[in-house]
């Protein structure tokens, strides 16, 4: 489940995302969401960073057209970070969790153009769970010319 709201003026958008994740790994996809947010900007040629200010949680873009790209991106994951490592000293227990936010990183930037962002034809924006089920939160930059195209 993703919710969204404004967090500032007009003028100076940015938007958080609410995403409740269900399992200990999933990639969520928020692409309508963050396509939602930089609508309601009225940013028509800009910048849309999407950040998660998370330690155990990603973003990424990756295809969205074939479920399986991002269920064996998270079998990969996985299998090359198992949750239990003999010598992970973190006493949590997700030294795991840690590791695979980092490689995957905490933010993306898409273009904006003619009040779109632009993808490639299967891509799409996903919030990438690897400490869950928790309830995450998504923030929503978008910076830009609302009368034309920057530069």
Request: glycine fraction near 8%.
């Amino acid at each position: 489940m993703v919710n969204a709201t404004p967090d500032s003026p007009y003028n100076d958008p940015m938007h958080t995302l609410t995403v409740r994740t269900r399992t200990r790994t999933e990639f969520v996809e928020i692409t309508s969401e963050v396509t939602a947010a930089v609508r309601r900007s009225g940013v028509s040629s800009g910048l849309c960073v999407v950040y998660c200010p998370h330690t155990t949680a990603a973003v990424t873009i990756q295809e969205n057209a074939d479920p399986d790209v991002v269920r064996d991106m998270l079998l990969w994951l996985n299998q090359h970070i198992p949750k239990d490592v003999p010598g992970f000293r973190h006493a949590e227990g997700n030294s795991d969790s840690h590791l695979k936010a980092s490689l995957v990183g905490p933010s993306v930037t898409i273009p904006i153009h003619n009040e779109e962002l632009v993808f490639g034809t299967w891509q799409g924006v996903y919030l990438c769970e690897f400490d869950g089920a928790r309830t995450r939160t998504v923030h929503v930059k978008v910076w830009g010319d609302s009368s034309g195209p920057v530069g």
